[in-house]
């Protein structure tokens, strides 16, 4: 068990950026790969990237080349860079452990790209 609060997010143009942060308990962090997840209306939740403690990362192919993840060890802290934004990133997004079991969700943070 541990907590995550994520912070950012908010309203941006198509082809706008915007850098996501994670907080987490350093128990959870230096355990488990962290990774960033989104879900929208009537979609069900989908990891977009993750980190390992070694550094080796997963994107998603729909974000591939726009969104960046990295962590920062020393402040338990994992971010998510995410440029080039299009309409279809529009989504509540949410850092979680990659596991199979999960910590229990944050609010999450709303990110909506629109004209």
């Known amino acids: 068990q541990g907590q995550l609060v994520e912070s950012g997010g908010g309203l941006v143009q198509p082809g706008g950026s915007l850098r996501l942060s994670c907080a987490a308990s350093g128990s959870i962090f230096s355990r488990y790969p962290m990774g960033w997840y989104r879900q929208a209306p009537g979609k069900r939740r989908e990891l977009v990237a993750s980190?390992?403690?070694?550094?080796?990362?997963y994107y998603a192919t729909s974000v591939k080349g726009r969104f960046t993840i990295s962590r920062d060890n020393a402040k338990n802290t994992v971010y998510l860079q995410m440029n080039n934004l299009k309409p279809e990133d529009t989504a509540v997004y949410y850092c979680?452990?990659?596991?199979?079991?999960?910590?229990?969700w944050g609010q999450g943070i709303q990110v909506t790209v629109s004209s």
């Open positions: 979680n452990v990659v596991s199979e079991v999960l910590e229990a």
């Open positions: 980190m390992a403690n070694g550094g080796r990362t």
